[in-house]
Every structure is written in C-alpha cells, then in structure tokens.
C-alpha cells in the first residue's frame, strides 16, 4: 500500500524527461511556490511548498489525475485514462522533484510514470486551507448596506475585457447590477448578453417587450404593478441571469424594485426558523398560464443544497398554480408563503430606482427578486426589453478572463514558469 522508501531523490526516470511537465487542460499556471520537498507517506504523496504550506495528495487522486500523453488526450485535453484499470491501492515506487519544480512519481501498477506541473499542483490542492481560499464570496445585502445597485458604464464593458470583468465579478457577488448608457437599440441588450454567453430561449421568446399591451399573454405587459419575484419560475430550470434593457421611459411610475432573495432567505432563517423550514421543504406549484403552452414545475421557494445553503430562490405571485399538498398542510404553507412576501416588502430589504433610457439591470435570477410599482404611460411609453443568461455562463466567461490575465502573467515573465 505505501511505498516503502519515503523520499527518493533524483531518479534514473527524471534524466528521460525532456520539456516542461504538460498540463491536463488549456489553462495557464503560473508558478508562484516552488516544491521543496515530496515524499511518499501513508497512502498520500506530501508535498511541501516554498511558503511552508502542505498539501497532501491521495495516490488514487495523483494517478487519477496524470496529465501524460497515454492519460489526456492531447488535442481534446478529455481524460482517456480509466480509474478501473488500476489497482485501488496504486502506489508510488518512487517520488522526486525535477529541475524545473515538477513532482515526478514513478507507479507500482505497470511501468507508468506522471509529471505534475507545479503551478497545476498546487491550484488544484485540496487542503482545508486552499480549498477555503478557492470559495467564492458572494454578499448579501439590503437597501441598509447597498444604496445601489453596483453601476458600470455599458459601452466600456462593451469594449474593454478590464471593465467587463469588474462587472461580471460584481454580478456574480451581489446578484445585482446595473449597466448605464447602453445605447437605446432593440439589438444592444444581444451585444450585452453576447458579452457573456449565450443567450437563453424561452416560451416567451429569446428576447421579449415589456410594455403594456392591449392584449396582454402575461401581467407583465400590463401596467400593473408586479410583486417582487423571480422570472419564470414555472420551468423546470428558471433562467440564472436576467437582464432588462430600458429603452424608453416617459411613464409615470414604473419604479423598479431589486430585493436580495438570499438576504430574506437570511433573515428568514434567523427570525422566523419555522416558516424558513417550511418554505425550504414544501413544495409550490407553479404555472404559466398560456393558452399555447403549458409550462408547470414544482418546487419549495428556498432551495438550498446539501450543506443547507441557499441555492435559489423560486417566487413568482401571479405564477402560481393551486396549492396541491395533504390538508394539514395547507395552512402552515401559507402562513409561510404570506411571512416571506411581507419580507420582500419591507423598505429596508428593497433597492427602489426609475430607469432611465440607456440603463440596464442585469441580476441573478434565482437570487435576487425584481418587481415593479404600477404605471401610466399617459406621460408617455415605457418600453423594457429582457433576456436571459444562465450562472454558468458567467462563471465560464469570467474563469476566461481570469485565464487570459495568467496567460498575460506568464508571457510578460512575472512567475517563475518565464
Ligand atoms: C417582467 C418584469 C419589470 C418592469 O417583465 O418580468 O419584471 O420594471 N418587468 O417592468
Ligand atoms: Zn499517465
Ligand atoms: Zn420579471
């Protein structure tokens, strides 16, 4: 099970390297902590880091992970090394560090041998400590902590990477941001969307009007005012990003309304535990009716994962289909149901704004609930234009981002890799 010489130095296998150890993806790792020491112990390779810190590596988890030729296809970067073609208790015969600071281990099973690129290695340590450094910090906020929504200028994250990535990452912490001076064009909310991702289709089309309609197909083109909710919460898979492009505004009211779903969901939880619980247990049902479609899911209105954070949020009044729970249900599912909407209107938990032609809101959209106070447009129209994006679109643009500043890094030399 354990290879029996601790720490082996230079091996015979090292001289037969040629080139930098290879990378089991597309990515760039600059080397920031060099290798100062590996050994083999207890079913785990122990690497010490130049700034004291150790990682400790599962043999299964290094053999897993060799990014050779024969383990990574090397065009694709897919894995096409098998767990099942090794033994559960693979160990290292041998264990070094290579000039360049790569690990090398030599295998029991057969005659393979993996290089571990350093910078690889120690992002991609799993320690209590890395792992802690690697979570993203997300905050919640109220209208107490926040006076606005985090405001960027619409045509520098248009055209500047710099300035799209701050506004990306704001909407990734907060769940609420807001562009100004978008250009007032059915077609820039597409550039805008385009500068993250793929924009999403729904039943109500991949992208749609807001503005009141004499035959409307939702409240939404209404001027009625839309209690705080998410959109589409009647699909299965509610749409992760939302985005609303204001075109024109000469209404009289029409304010919008931004609440941060996971900051109620927090003072929930501490305030009134029973009616979090069941919110978090009880499934709703929700419904859009439509008279060409029939799109209906089910589901609590506090999702959380299996930690018990909160993942989502799934709220929509007038998108609701009739309670369908066992008769003592019913009553604790209201009093819940009625606890979190007198939240969602509580002045300190709403940011309250008028859009302005050229603003547009882009936010989580199973975070943070949007609503609207009622309007006339006797002073003029009020014309919005939505679409969609979804969570990981944003974190694959902004992992890019991040991608192309360590590619930058390294080609301008400032790491170790040179
Ligand atoms: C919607 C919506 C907000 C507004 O169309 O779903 O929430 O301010 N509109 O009109
Ligand atoms: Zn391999
Ligand atoms: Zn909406």
Known sequence: MVASSARVQAHSFIE???????????????????????????????VTWSDGRVSRFHNIWLRDNC????????????QTFELVTVSPDIHPVAVAVAADGSLLVRWSDGDHASEFHTGWLRSNCYSAEARAERVVQRTTWDSTTLSEPPTFDGPAVLSDDAALYEWLVALRTYGATRLRNVPCTDEAITHVIGRIG???DTNFGLFWDVRSEPNPVTN??????????????????QPGLQFLHCIENQAIGGDSILVDGFRVAELMREQYPSEYHTLTRTP???????KVTDYRWRSPIIVTDASGAVTEM?????????????FEQVEEAYDAYRRLFEMTYREDLQLRSRFEPGD????????????RSEFTDAGGPRHLRGGYTERDDLQSRIRMLERAMRERRVALGNSTLG
């Open 314 to 326: 799934r709220v929509g009044n007038w998108l609701r289909a009739p309670l369908d729970l066992p």
């Open 198 to 200: 793929i924009a999403r």
């Open 220 to 237: 939404a083109n209404t001027a009625l005012p839309l209690p705080p909710h998410v959109d589409l919460p009647t699909r299965e898979y």
């Open 284 to 290: 709703f049902d929700w419904a859009n009716s439509a």
């Open 16 to 46: 037969k390297r040629f080139g930098m150890a290879l990378t089991p993806d597309f990515d760039t790792y600059p080397i920031d902590f060099t290798i100062s020491a590996a050994t083999a112990e207890r079913g785990a390779v122990h």
């Open 67 to 78: 990014p050779c030729v024969q383990c990574v296809h090397q065009v694709t970067k897919e």
């Open 360 to 371: 547009l809101v882009a936010f989580d959209n199973r975070r943070t609930l949007h609503a």
